[in-house]
T-cell receptor, first 114, second 115 residues
Framework: DTEVTQTPKHLVMGMTNKKSLKCEQH?????MYWYKQKAKKPPELMFV???????INESVPSRFSPECPNSSLLNLHLHALQPEDSALYLC?????????????FGEGSWLTVV | AQKITQTQPGMFVQEKEAVTLDCTYD???????LFWYKQPSSGEMIFLIY??????QNATEGRYSLNFQKARKSANLVISASQLGDSAMYFC????????????FGTGTRLQVFP
């Protein structure tokens, strides 16, 4: 069983809605990630938090807003999304920084924008 | 240039047989880690096995082993005694250097196990 928990598993939202995806880990990891994955493609990195500070933003549109309230929690706030934002959103965590640290993923949140 | 290359979009294997999924990588860093993940249709990305660039022995985890050939920059995944539940997408990934939190993925290989 994954130790990275994501909620909700499925989300359908309209283009004018505001919603949030939530992620929690209790492995003591200090790096947390959001990835976006479209069908039949590898995951694409969106954001990285390292020690609760945003360290990487891969030029993600501002309609996606990440938040890291503490070292165990990571949120992704969604507002005014487009249908092309429909995808699987994966949260992940790891020890920070070093090349040998394994990144562990959650089960993902399937997002559909209508 | 692609950092991680998986040249097999799809592979078929019969149950109980072994299968090798190919992965080549490109890096100028001396320190890097190579990872394999399994993604069933449910979406979860499951960590399978890790090989560090300084590890002299090939990594093994149960039925999974990693055939690491550093000079050829290849890190192939070998699954022995395939099971129907092994049918999934498999991704090779790399993490380079220090002070980096980026995991670079290949395009994946879809494995189908048939009875």
């Amino acid at each position: 069983d994954t130790e990275v928990t994501q909620t909700p598993k499925h989300l359908v939202m309209g283009m004018t809605n505001k919603k949030s995806l939530k992620c929690e880990q209790h492995m003591g990891h200090r790096a947390m990630y959001w990835y976006k994955q479209k069908a039949k493609k590898p995951p694409e990195l969106m954001f990285v938090y390292s020690y609760e500070k945003l360290s990487i933003n891969e030029s993600v549109p501002s309609r996606f807003s990440p938040e890291c309230p503490n070292s165990s929690l990571l949120n992704l706030h969604l507002h005014a999304l487009q249908p092309e934002d429909s995808a699987l959103y994966l949260c992940a965590s790891s020890q920070a920084g070093k090349w040998g640290n394994t990144i562990y993923f959650g089960e993902g949140s399937w997002l559909t924008v209508v | 240039a692609q950092k991680i290359t998986q040249t097999q979009p799809g592979m078929f294997v019969q149950e109980k047989e072994a299968v090798t999924l190919d992965c080549t990588y490109d890096t100028s860093d001396q320190s890097y880690g190579l990872f394999w993940y399994k993604q069933p249709s449910s979406g979860e990305m499951i960590f399978l096995i890790y090989q560090g660039s300084y590890d002299e022995q090939n990594a093994t985890e149960g039925r999974y082993s990693l055939n690491f050939q550093k000079a050829r920059k290849s890190a192939n995944l070998v699954i022995s005694a395939s099971q129907l539940g092994d049918s999934a997408m498999y991704f090779c990934a790399m993490r380079e250097g220090y002070n980096t939190d980026k995991l670079i993925f290949g395009t994946g290989t879809r494995l189908q196990v048939f009875p």
